[in-house]
């Protein structure tokens, strides 16, 4: 007979550790499955000798005043990870360019870099202003997205103002149309810009990026938001909340690796196999999913409804990373860069490039990290004979040194330590097809009212993560687990809300 919980959460990423840590606050019987041997998926850690790399994400945002990662936090009585702010978030580098453009943390700051450096595009930045007080405000209602029931309806209906309404009016158009509309379309130089900052957010340029988040991914680096670089590494997040999670008695197994999903008698039976490759079966009645929906059809015993399961076909493949992990003396990194840069770059790719710092826990004194990363089509990389992909990986790890070399001066003889991963190494540590590492790009036709909802038409199953509202980055997949959780409670008569840290702090003390 198969073991039983009240929920299992599938996958131990960001999005299934808050999914698993609030359903088990909450006074649930919580297993969280996660195939690999620790948790953070795409946002964990690894180690090389005395160096710790940051597998993908290396930024975080939420960390603010009514930012995500502050209210979990303060709702499982938890201190946040130590983090300092970004500042400047970003130095971004356009091709024959001597000089960055630097995301400066103060909004002023920042206002007259812009100004300097595209003369004349004010009334586009003022009208991006605009849409994202709008939409930061409707998001901090927990409105949810894309609606699939009454009780939805009403969350959503709640959270609208005639802000929201009027910002509605842009919810199909594109950064592209922004700027066109704004008598911006044809100063290039921009566009190049806008083009790199979304791409590292939304998967798209401006032309395919939805227009009400691009409008908040361009303020996100700015008070009283903000970009945090987490003490320790990434993995500091995870930690809090596998704290959450066992404080709460919820459960936590790694190398637990889901492979058939069916439904019976009042919920779900949850098949694979565990440390050792032994079989394991877990009863649950609900079930959280934060692995790509993609995986859903191959998971499912059953057909999924034709309709629902023609979108997943039809969605596009997310990208895949080429992912340059490196350390060098730290007097070879040249003053005044910042964290974290971009490079407009050819071959391979455009790069994104963080730098640990001093004292972070990452490399020893006096030395630091290099990471640099690439988007690229994933399943190339897939099928090659052994030595054609080897000579591949070769050139792209020469392009990528050769980019470093030009941003940061560093000659190939500088590294004390240099790696490649590919899509095919992501598709062994996240065990997400094709090693994509991002979820739907946010198109205007996937975003929003138009995206992949946290309700999906199986009783009983919810699904959280990059692929869901509000889309990428580790604030983007926590809300997107509140999001489910908050539904999945509803439907069992029960409401769920984040409560301030000065009552869960007295609610505690009574106890």
């Not at 699939?148 to 959270?159: G, K, S, T, V």
């Not at 990026?209 to 908040?216: C, E, P, V």
């Amino acid at each position: 007979m198969a073991e039983r919980c009240d929920v299992a959460v599938l996958g131990g990423g960001i999005a299934g550790l808050t999914a698993a840590a609030l359903l088990a606050t909450e006074g649930l019987e919580v297993v969280l499955l996660e195939a690999h041997s620790q948790s953070g998926g795409c946002a964990g850690t690894f180690r090389r000798g005395p160096y710790t790399f940051d597998v993908g994400a290396t930024q975080v945002a939420g960390f603010e005043p009514g930012g995500i990662h502050r209210r979990l936090m303060d709702h499982f009585a938890l201190a946040l990870p130590g983090a300092s702010p970004l500042d400047p978030g970003c130095s971004v580098w356009l091709a024959g360019e001597t000089a960055p453009i630097q995301l400066w943390r103060d909004p002023q700051r920042w206002a007259a870099e812009r100004r300097r450096q595209f003369p004349g595009s004010e009334p586009f930045w003022a009208l991006c202003a605009q849409l994202h007080r709008s939409s930061w405000a409707f998001a901090g209602r927990d409105p949810v997205l894309p609606p699939r029931n009454p009780w939805d309806w009403r969350q959503l209906l709640a959270a609208l103002d005639p802000g929201v309404i009027a910002s509605g009016l842009f919810t199909a158009a594109s950064v592209a149309d922004l700027l066109a509309l704004c008598g911006c379309g044809g100063d290039g130089r921009l566009r190049r810009f806008l083009d790199l900052q979304l791409r590292l957010y939304s998967q798209e340029p401006a032309a395919g990026t939805a227009a009400l988040y691009g409008a908040t991914v361009l303020a996100m680096a700015q008070e009283p938001l903000g970009l945090w670089h987490l003490q320790g590494s990434m993995q500091t997040l995870s930690a809090c909340l596998e704290q959450a999670l066992a404080q709460a008695g919820g459960q936590l197994r790694l190398r637990h690796r889901v492979q058939r999903l069916r439904r019976g008698g009042d919920g779900w039976l949850v098949q694979g196999t565990g440390p050792a490759q032994k079989p394991f079966q877990l009863q649950a009645d609900q079930l959280v999913c934060s692995l790509p929906p993609q995986l859903l059809p191959e998971l499912l015993a059953e057909p999924l409804p034709r309709g629902y399961g023609q979108r997943l076909e039809r969605f596009p493949d997310p990208s895949g990373a080429l992912v340059l992990y490196g350390a060098v003396e730290r007097d070879r990194l040249p003053a005044g860069l910042g964290l974290h840069a971009q490079l407009e770059w050819d071959d391979p790719g455009s790069l994104f490039v963080s730098l640990s710092a001093e004292g972070d826990g990452r490399a020893p004194v006096g030395q630091a990290t290099v990471i640099a990363s690439v988007f690229t089509p994933a399943r190339p990389w897939f099928g090659l004979e052994e030595s054609a992909y080897q000579r591949r990986k070769q050139r792209a790890l020469e392009g990528m040194q050769a980019g470093l070399r030009q941003l940061l001066g560093l000659a190939p003889a500088d590294y004390r330590h240099v790696e490649l991963a590919t899509p095919r190494g992501f598709a062994g540590w996240t065990g997400r097809p094709y090693g994509f590492v991002g979820g739907l790009g946010q198109h205007p036709s996937r975003f929003g009212p138009f995206g992949l909802a946290s309700r999906t038409p199986l009783p009983g199953l919810w699904l959280c993560g990059d692929a869901i509202h509000p889309g990428e980055g580790t604030a983007g997949v926590s809300l997107s687990a509140f999001t489910a959780c908050r539904q999945l409670r509803a439907a069992q008569g029960a409401e769920l809300r984040l409560r301030p840290a000065e009552t869960r702090a007295a609610a505690a003390g009574s106890g």
